[in-house]
């Protein structure tokens, strides 16, 4: 079956975000396994190259990290053409879909957070056979929507034949529009470590990588105590690429990485330390000591789904905050057969799913 799929691309478009690029990836190779022949339908956002400039200028209010950006978002672009499969053109929005809309037998609005606005696309509203619509692991980025939202989202998720959500909070939000919706893995943990296209191992292994999103303050992630960590440890420290939040860091512990740059430091590190979902999720795919730090002020929604990603995996031990400290939570041992037990029964509820729907 031809099936095109509705995600993160317009994001990966104005950012460098790692896990809305690898969890197509993962999703496509999921499809692939099961003899499909999925694509990722390329709808864009109405935003101009030069307004896009001025944007990055603004937040990064620095030519060089500027610069490292746009290096940086090439490599995403190559790594596009190499390893996924998409549209023959992008799109611009869900009116230029309606008028050429693209062919498939189904179609897939997921994973990542598809329902956190009310992206028409994104719910598939160009598609006018709700019997070919699928949801899969879609995030609502929160654990409720206020009544607004709610009237208009509604009718529109009715309208498809199956939806599976990626946190347990969307079950009930769902429930409450009178859907029922499966509790289902983001496409990341569909496959494993080994599928992951990553660069060659650097040699270097004595290393703390961190991933953080959303910084609007250093002590919102307790960096000088992250930094007092590595140094205890006798780890180098490497914070990865982390969407505008650059100009906090040294220029000596900060890396702008490629997608398979990413995927290899996160093989190579010796543990991780991230307040981001994916973060977390990739620490628990290469079987790596982690912490996670719950993010704070505007952008604490987004804890909805890492608490629901611990919970899941029976490791909500691994969040550092309080009067914890660094090493403490960090030398907590992590039982992986458990964990793999865990994934393993969540696989084959996808599995089912798909079986259930024909694919």
């Given at each position: 079956?031809k099936?095109?799929?509705?995600?993160s691309?317009?994001?990966?478009?104005?950012s460098?975000?790692y896990?809305?690029?690898?969890?197509?990836?993962?999703?496509?190779?999921?499809?692939?396994?099961?003899?499909?022949?999925?694509?990722w339908?390329?709808?864009?956002?109405?935003?101009?190259?030069?307004?896009?400039?001025?944007?990055?200028?603004?937040?990064?209010?620095?030519?060089?990290?500027?610069?490292?950006?746009?290096?940086?978002?090439?490599?995403?672009?190559d790594?596009q053409?190499?390893?996924?499969?998409?549209?023959?053109?992008?799109?611009?929005?869900?009116d230029?879909?309606?008028?050429?809309?693209?062919l498939?037998?189904?179609?897939?609005?997921?994973?990542?957070?598809?329902?956190?606005?009310?992206?028409?696309?994104?719910?598939?509203?160009?598609?006018?056979?709700?019997?070919?619509?699928?949801?899969?692991?879609?995030?609502?980025?929160?654990?409720?929507?206020?009544?607004?939202?709610?009237?208009?989202?509604?009718?529109?998720?009715?309208?498809?034949?199956?939806?599976?959500?990626?946190?347990?909070?969307?079950?009930?939000?769902?429930?409450?529009?009178?859907?029922?919706?499966?509790?289902l893995?983001?496409?990341?943990?569909?496959?494993?470590?080994?599928?992951?296209?990553?660069?060659?191992s650097s040699?270097?292994?004595?290393?703390?990588?961190?991933?953080f999103?959303?910084?609007?303050?250093?002590?919102?992630?307790?960096?000088?105590?992250?930094?007092?960590?590595?140094?205890?440890?006798?780890?180098?420290?490497?914070?990865?690429?982390?969407?505008?939040?650059?100009?906090?860091?040294?220029?000596?512990?900060?890396?702008?990485?490629?997608?398979?740059?990413?995927?290899?430091?996160?093989?190579?590190?010796?543990?991780?330390?991230?307040?981001?979902?994916?973060?977390?999720?990739?620490?628990?795919?290469?079987?790596?000591?982690?912490?996670?730090?719950?993010?704070?002020?505007?952008?604490?929604?987004?804890?909805?789904?890492?608490?629901?990603?611990?919970?899941?995996?029976?490791?909500?031990?691994?969040?550092?905050?309080?009067?914890?400290?660094?090493a403490?939570?960090?030398?907590?041992?992590?039982?992986?057969?458990?964990?793999?037990?865990?994934?393993?029964?969540?696989?084959?509820n996808?599995?089912?799913?798909?079986?259930?729907?024909?694919?």
């Amino acid at each position: 079956m031809k099936i095109g799929v509705i995600s993160s691309y317009a994001c990966v478009q104005v950012s460098n975000n790692y896990g809305a690029l690898l969890q197509y990836f993962a999703l496509q190779c999921y499809l692939l396994r099961r003899g499909h022949e999925p694509y990722w339908i390329r709808s864009v956002l109405p935003q101009s190259s030069l307004r896009l400039f001025a944007r990055h200028m603004k937040n990064y209010q620095s030519l060089r990290l500027v610069g490292a950006f746009y290096k940086c978002h090439k490599a995403f672009e190559d790594f596009q053409r190499r390893y996924l499969s998409v549209s023959y053109r992008e799109y611009h929005g869900n009116d230029d879909l309606c008028k050429d809309c693209p062919l498939a037998d189904f179609y897939i609005t997921g994973s990542d957070q598809v329902w956190g606005a009310d992206l028409k696309e994104n719910y598939l509203r160009f598609v006018t056979d709700h019997k070919k619509k699928i949801a899969y692991a879609a995030s609502f980025g929160r654990d409720q929507i206020d009544s607004i939202q709610m009237a208009t989202l509604t009718p529109w998720i009715r309208d498809f034949a199956h939806v599976s959500v990626r946190e347990a909070s969307g079950v009930d939000i769902c429930r409450s529009m009178g859907v029922d919706a499966l509790h289902l893995l983001d496409p990341t943990l569909l496959i494993d470590a080994d599928a992951y296209p990553r660069e060659k191992s650097s040699g270097r292994k004595n290393f703390l990588a961190c991933y953080f999103l959303n910084v609007t303050d250093i002590r919102s992630i307790r960096l000088d105590e992250i930094r007092k960590y590595a140094v205890d440890e006798e780890l180098e420290s490497l914070i990865m690429s982390c969407q505008y939040s650059e100009c906090f860091f040294n220029k000596s512990e900060l890396a702008m990485p490629s997608p398979e740059e990413w995927l290899r430091n996160y093989h190579d590190a010796k543990c991780i330390v991230t307040n981001t979902f994916h973060g977390t999720v990739f620490a628990i795919i290469f079987r790596k000591p982690f912490v996670t730090i719950l993010q704070s002020g505007a952008s604490s929604k987004q804890n909805t789904r890492i608490l629901s990603l611990l919970e899941m995996f029976g490791l909500q031990e691994r969040k550092w905050g309080g009067d914890s400290e660094l090493a403490d939570v960090m030398a907590k041992p992590i039982n992986w057969l458990d964990v793999e037990s865990r994934l393993e029964a969540y696989r084959r509820n996808t599995d089912r799913f798909f079986q259930n729907i024909g694919l």
